[in-house]
């Protein structure tokens, strides 16, 4: 009797020592994962020394266009969401929401602002999650970041008549964004066409890429395994709830998917998972050879803005 009951005692030693461990590992892998950037590393400067680095005229940009400063009261959990409005003529105009990557805000994706502005649009640029001036916490992979995204969506349909046309773009982590925005139906009945540049198709594989990379001695499955349940514990929700390849096969917008064969961050099977899995009748898979991450626009500008005009136009 007294062997059996050592026994039971060790194991239930083991048993919570074994949840500890568990729980430990994935609390570390969660406060990785779920804060990537924070305000002070994308304040707003940040995003006009990235525009000095490319040679982009801020100051001719801000005097051509009409740029008004509006901030959302988000309808998730109430904190401000800053947006640039910008204007190409009258605020009665199709309109294109524009969806930063990681580590940039919504000034940093001014050049492919003045794209669309030169073609006619209005165009509403907005800091993601823990970004520019949203102090929102935790960067989730385009989840909770698609509540912010419907929001303005909301807000842009408010501005314009219902014959006008909202088209929502993303980059990257934006892409991400955008992509787990099919699954609202605010995203259905609103938007007319979408465009994923370089979008990440989950977050569980841009951690295992990342694990890999960096290297912690516990084997990958595990720490995705422990990360995942942490998340689920503290979030309510899952790495599987940020899957964008779920979500194309919901889709009901027309969606333009941008890659490079030449990506490393968000590799070219990515986008082409996305792609495969639209159910969308109109579809569109855009491809370049040998340029890096994000960079299509800058490298192949004008493919890059033939393309996109002739799809959404």
Request: net charge negative; hydrophobic share 40%; proline share 3%.
């Amino acid at each position: 009797m007294k062997g059996l009951k050592f026994l039971i005692t060790l194991l239930i030693v083991l048993a919570v020592g074994a949840a500890g461990i568990v729980y430990y590992t994935g609390s570390r892998v969660f406060e990785r994962s779920l804060q990537m950037v924070d305000n002070e590393s994308t304040a707003l400067q940040t995003g006009y020394d990235y525009l000095e680095t490319i040679q982009f005229d801020v100051s001719d940009f801000q005097r051509k266009y009409q740029i008004e400063n509006v901030n959302l009261t988000s309808t998730f959990d109430g904190h401000t969401i800053p947006a640039d409005y910008i204007l190409s003529g009258s605020l009665n105009s199709d309109t294109v929401i524009l969806v930063h990557g990681m580590g940039g805000n919504r000034v940093s994706v001014y050049p492919q602002a003045e794209m669309f502005l030169r073609n006619g649009y209005n165009v509403l640029t907005y800091d993601q999650r823990s970004s520019g001036e949203n102090t929102a916490p935790y960067t989730t992979y385009g989840y909770w970041e698609s509540r912010d995204l419907i929001d303005c969506i909301h807000y842009v349909d408010e501005q314009i008549d219902e014959d006008r046309k909202i088209v929502a773009w993303g980059v990257s982590f934006g892409g991400a964004t955008v992509g787990n925005a099919f699954a609202d139906q605010c995203f259905w009945k609103k938007v007319d066409y979408a465009v994923l540049d370089s979008p990440i198709s989950n977050m569980r594989d841009m951690l295992e890429m990342s694990m890999n990379e960096t290297g912690s001695g516990f084997p990958v499955s595990f720490l995705l395994t422990a990360g995942n349940l942490v998340t689920k514990s503290k979030l309510n929700f899952s790495y599987e709830d940020t899957d964008v390849v779920h979500y194309a096969g919901q889709a009901t917008v027309p969606t333009l998917v941008i890659n490079s064969r030449a990506d490393t961050v968000t590799p070219f099977y990515m986008g082409e998972d996305i792609y495969n899995a639209l159910s969308v009748e109109k579809k569109q898979l855009y491809t370049v050879e040998g340029i890096p991450h994000g960079n299509i626009h800058l490298l192949a500008p004008a493919e890059y803005e033939q393309v996109v005009m002739d799809f959404i136009q």
